[in-house]
C-alpha cells in the first residue's frame, strides 16, 4: 500500500474536506491511500454490478460507486472506497439525502483486484469491513472468472461460472458469475 506524502496525517475531518480529483483515495492510518487506477475489466465489471445490483435495490437501498464509507479500523478512522456498496434503507434512511461519505457500515461491500493486487490484501481488508461492521463482502477476481463471497472474517465461498450467488442478507439478489461477466462482455 502506497501512502501519499501529506506532510502531516491528516484527521478524517481533513481528509474528507480534500478536493475532489482524478484520483480517488482511502482514509487509512491518517493518510489518504491512492486507490490503483482501473483497467477495462475492473471498469466494464464495476459498471456492470452497478447496473444489476441497482436494479435489485430499488426501493431497498442505495448501491454506490466509489462512495466512501465511516468506519473504524483497528480504533483508527477509517475511510474505505469499495468499488461498489449497498447500504438499505433500514440502516440509512431514504431521506438521509446528504452529498458526502457515507455515515454507517453498509450491508455489502463488492471490491475488484486489479492486476497488481492480491488476494491476501482482500482477506485482510474483509476482515476489516467485517470488524467495522459490514455485514458482506464480495471480491471478484476478473482473471479467475470468480466471486469470492465472505460471509464472515472467516468464512467464504469462491463462485464460478453458473453457481447462483443469493444470500438472506439480499432477499432477491440471485446473480451468477457467468451472468456478470457475459453481460460485461468479458466472456
Not at 156 to 168: G, K
Request: aromatic fraction near 10%; charged fraction near 25%.
Amino acid at each position: 500500500m502506497v501512502k501519499v506524502n501529506t506532510g502531516n496525517k491528516l484527521t478524517l475531518e481533513e481528509f474528507l474536506a480534500l478536493p475532489e480529483g482524478d484520483v480517488n483515495y482511502e482514509f487509512v492510518d491518517g493518510y489518504a491511500v491512492p486507490k490503483v487506477s482501473p483497467k477495462f475489466f475492473h471498469s466494464t465489471l464495476q459498471l456492470t454490478l452497478g447496473l444489476l445490483l441497482r436494479a435489485w435495490a430499488k426501493g431497498k437501498g442505495r448501491v454506490g460507486s466509489e462512495w466512501a464509507i465511516i468506519l473504524k479500523r483497528k480504533g483508527k478512522d477509517w475511510a474505505p472506497v469499495p468499488d461498489l456498496s449497498f447500504i438499505s434503507y433500514e440502516r440509512l434512511p431514504k431521506s438521509w439525502q446528504r452529498n458526502e461519505a457515507c455515515p454507517v457500515p453498509s450491508e455489502l461491500v463488492i471490491e475488484i483486484i486489479s492486476p497488481d493486487q492480491t488476494i491476501k490484501e482482500f482477506e485482510d481488508k474483509a476482515k476489516d469491513y467485517f470488524a467495522a461492521g459490514v455485514s458482506r463482502v464480495w471480491v471478484v477476481d476478473p482473471e479467475a472468472i470468480s466471486i469470492r463471497v465472505f460471509l464472515s472474517a472467516d468464512a467464504s465461498q469462491v463462485y464460478t461460472d453458473t453457481m447462483v450467488i443469493v444470500d438472506i442478507l439480499l432477499p432477491g439478489l440471485e446473480l451468477t458469475v457467468r451472468q456478470i461477466f457475459e453481460e460485461a462482455e468479458l466472456i
